[in-house]
């Protein structure tokens, strides 16, 4: 089952870069690549083994030297890089010790490698720059499990939506400028993580962590969630980054949410469960958004994306 949940997360992830459109800009794959292979490391962390992290650490040096080197030169150096990715899935359970790595990532792997090819190989001008990022959302999927899933049928709702479904996206649009700004301020609270992270760990997962190695990782995860809310702060007064800003602070948001639904109902009755209801909330208006302004015409789009606060 692993492996069937991988090929359809990986057609499923192809279809939604193309049609939404994060595959135009050829930094996207590259760049999600090395934050696919930075969560083994923090993966490695959370188990508390030094080695662990050093050798992990070693792994994501490589894996980040392919992406730069696609996005370089040729994107089929990433296409390599994601094949020999999966590779490295099938037997990293018998060189390397660390649990946290989800089974159907070595399929996903795999079957966007080869989806990209294909695409790659059939149509190697028209849409060379759109095919370079067809795993863009590797990270939003390294641990979406089943959370996943609803996505592309969301997706297929908004492409042909009903008059209702017309006038609350408009709504979006008009008012994103005030939606990325609540939803900053709300994701900024994370700083809380970064100054005080056992405290943070107990009323969020109902459990806490010691040593130096948490200590850095739980600080680091609060400021790096607090900056995801400065970004969305500062993209609703630059409409130029909204894109790019709803991109990244959407697929963190999914990361979180995947992670947190793939222990169950373990960490809902904590903070964390009120925090996935809220983040599921912000990336279904995020991707309502961006597939509203990709969709309309230029001139359609004055209001909604020039807005201030």
């Not at 089952?1 to 459109?21: N, T």
């Not at 639904?261 to 209801?277: D, E, K, P, R, T």
Request: with cysteine.
């Amino acid at each position: 089952m692993p492996y069937v949940i991988g090929i359809v997360l990986s057609v499923g992830v192809a279809v939604f870069a193309r049609y939404v459109g994060f595959d135009r800009d050829r930094a996207f794959y590259p760049t999600v690549m090395i934050v696919i292979a930075s969560y083994y490391v923090l993966f490695a962390a959370m188990s508390g083994s030094v080695q662990t992290v050093v050798i992990e650490s070693v792994v994501m040096t490589l894996f980040a030297a392919a992406a730069v080197a696609g996005f370089k030169s040729s994107a089929w150096i990433v296409v390599v890089a994601l094949a020999g990715h999966g590779i490295f899935d099938a037997v990293h359970g018998h060189v390397i010790e660390n649990a946290g790595v989800p089974a159907w990532c070595l399929a996903y792997d795999v079957g966007t490698a080869a989806s990209l090819a294909w695409l790659m190989k059939h149509e190697p001008r028209a849409n060379h720059a759109r095919h370079q990022s067809l795993g863009a959302f590797h990270g939003f999927l390294l641990a979406a499990g089943n959370a996943s899933t609803c996505y592309p049928a969301a997706l297929l709702y908004l492409r042909n939506p009903s008059p209702r479904t017309e006038a609350s996206v408009s709504w979006i649009v008009v008012n994103i400028h005030r939606i990325m700004i609540l939803s900053g301020v709300l994701t900024m609270t994370m700083v809380y993580a970064a100054l005080a992270p056992e405290a943070a760990l107990r009323s969020t997962f109902g459990e806490s962590m010691s040593g130096p190695v948490a200590d850095i990782v739980v600080r680091n995860w609060g400021a790096l969630i607090a900056l995801v809310g400065a970004m969305l702060i500062y993209g609703a007064r630059k409409p130029a980054v909204r894109p790019m800003a709803l991109t990244v602070a959407g697929a963190s948001k999914a990361i979180f949410v995947a992670l947190v639904l793939s222990h169950g109902g373990q960490f809902l009755g904590y903070q964390a469960g009120i925090a996935v209801l809220i983040d599921v909330l912000w990336v279904v208006v995020f991707v309502a958004y961006l597939l509203s302004v990709r969709r309309a015409p230029t001139g359609d789009l004055k209001i909604g994306s020039v807005g201030t606060a």
